[in-house]
């Protein structure tokens, strides 16, 4: 079974883009893949992480944690941008995979995605029917079905947003491009008005003096503590270093920018733009209501209490009497997670395209419609997350996102290196700078984020990792329609 190491050529990947049953159309420009990058990557997060990470972890330093997990990203967004000019096709870091280190590997990476996508969409979409409650006035958007609470908030956004996606990549643009900027509005109002209320004494100490973390143990310590025996701390500089590692994760989404060159007019120039553009979109905002969140408030009054709820945006408005804010806080998350939930579930459609086309699932799967979308994958996409999501509970698998996500940033840093190497002569619409420093350094800050995740996220990912190389070695494998040109050469 040597040849499950087989790769897939640029030249073959960028052919199979022209069948003209799996074709997908070129609606997009730089602009649209901007708008999918903020759209996605600005959530909840930045109105509930940023406050709950300065109070227990950080204090007013937050803005570091936010720059040094912004550059890491940026290392590996360079990475991404390279391979998406070189490789223009549907898939991201499956298809990269498939080029470099060869089929397995890109199943791997590829079921490592649908699980990143699926369980993100299903995890915000829950977090949207919450907040429709807050803006409307009601208990959210959950009834009880006997022994089931049934979440019709989360049913009603996967439907809505599922609809939009099968009209295709131009009309979800478009929506994403009002939801967005209803979103970054009150991200703008919020800095705006917070300056008004920074006192310079809330920013000291700026790096609060170490204290003894919570205690945890066994499974759920991080791995680096498993290791080294070292216990965790809130504040100093391991807790800036800390807090990185957990805001990071307010980025993640903007690698499904590449998911979509297939669909965009000019690529090779187009979609590195994309991916650069709305990194440097969100960071700015990300540092700004940091800034303006630890001035605004001392640290100390947003610690989580034993028992209580994590603080928010709101908590620090709140404690200007500024209580408006917090039903204007509500409707901006309500307009972040509706176009979050959307591009997760676009990027999962066409990492499962990617993957069906390849013949590693189905390929009647792959077939496109009248308006150029796989509306078979988007129908299983949406009943899938949508059942995930209204019956399901769902609370420790978030980490799986961050550990799956992490992975595929370090296989597409060494992709570039790798094909750098054997390929010097493709043509590449963008190429990183410094490499291979850049490459390796993008894979150490990953790595380095990836060991602060606690031992138990490793373990279900190794279940996972698991669970998906029986399905690629019972199915995959002999449907593989790469293999099954490499045993027709050999015949």
């Known amino acids: 079974m040597a040849n499950r190491w087989r790769t897939k050529s640029v030249e073959q990947s960028i052919d199979d883009t022209d069948e003209p049953e799996t074709r997908l159309r070129k609606d997009l420009a730089w602009w649209d893949l901007v708008v999918f990058g903020v759209a996605v990557v600005i959530g909840a997060g930045i109105f509930t992480v940023t406050a709950s990470t300065t109070g227990d972890i950080t204090g007013p330093a937050i803005w570091i944690s936010f720059?040094?997990?912004?550059?890491?990203?940026?290392?590996?967004?360079?990475?991404?941008?390279?391979?998406?000019?070189?490789?223009?096709?549907?898939?991201?870091?499956?298809?990269?995979?498939?080029?470099?280190?060869?089929?397995?590997?890109?199943?791997?990476?590829?079921?490592?995605?649908?699980?990143?996508?699926?369980?993100?969409?299903?995890v915000v979409s829950k977090g949207w029917s919450s907040y429709l409650g807050t803006v409307f006035g009601f208990a959210g958007g959950t009834t009880k079905l006997g022994p089931i609470d049934f979440d019709w908030g989360a049913l009603l956004i996967v439907w809505v947003v599922s609809t939009l996606i099968a009209f295709g990549t131009k009309v979800s643009s478009r929506f994403s491009a009002v939801i967005t900027g209803i979103k970054v509005s009150v991200v703008i109002l919020v800095v705006v008005v917070g300056a008004f209320y920074i006192k310079r004494a809330n920013y000291s100490p700026f790096i609060p003096k170490p204290e003894v973390g919570r205690g945890v143990s066994g499974l759920n310590q991080s791995v680096l503590s498993l290791l080294t025996g070292a216990h965790s701390s809130s504040y100093g500089w391991y807790g800036v270093l800390a807090g990185a590692s957990i805001v990071f994760f307010a980025f993640i989404g903007f690698d499904i920018v590449a998911t979509m060159a297939e669909e965009t007019k000019q690529p090779q120039r187009d979609v590195p733009k994309g991916i650069l553009v709305s990194l440097a979109i969100v960071t700015v905002l990300y540092v700004a209501v940091s800034v303006v969140l630890s001035g605004m408030v001392s640290y100390t009054q947003l610690k989580t209490l034993p028992g209580g709820k994590p603080a928010n945006l709101a908590t620090a408005f709140a404690a200007n009497g500024i209580h408006w804010a917090s039903q204007v806080i509500a409707i901006g998350a309500l307009a972040g997670l509706t176009t979050v939930v959307m591009v997760l579930m676009l990027g999962q459609c066409r990492v499962l395209f990617a993957m069906a086309r390849d013949g590693l699932l189905p390929r009647q799967l792959a077939k496109t419609g009248a308006r150029g979308t796989p509306i078979r994958i988007t129908v299983l996409v949406a009943a899938v997350v949508a059942a995930t999501a209204a019956v399901f509970p769902i609370n420790k698998l978030e980490e799986m996102v961050n550990v799956g996500t992490l992975f595929a940033f370090v296989l597409v840093s060494a992709g570039v290196i790798v094909l750098r190497r054997t390929r010097p002569d493709l043509p590449r619409g963008f190429r990183a700078p410094w490499v291979p420093a850049l490459p390796i350094a993008s894979i150490a800050a990953c790595v380095w984020l990836m060991i602060n995740l606690t031992a138990l996220t490793w373990v279900r990912f190794a279940v996972w990792i698991v669970v998906g190389t029986l399905i690629y070695l019972g199915y995959g494998y002999r449907h593989s329609k790469q293999g099954q040109r490499d045993a027709s050469r050999t015949i």
Do not use: Q, R
């Open 67 to 122: 720059v040094i997990a912004a550059v890491t990203c940026a290392l590996a967004a360079l990475c991404y941008a390279e391979f998406a000019s070189t490789l223009p096709v549907a898939g991201s870091a499956y298809t990269f995979s498939y080029a470099t280190f060869g089929e397995f590997l890109a199943w791997i990476i590829g079921w490592n995605l649908l699980l990143e996508l699926a369980i993100g969409a299903a």
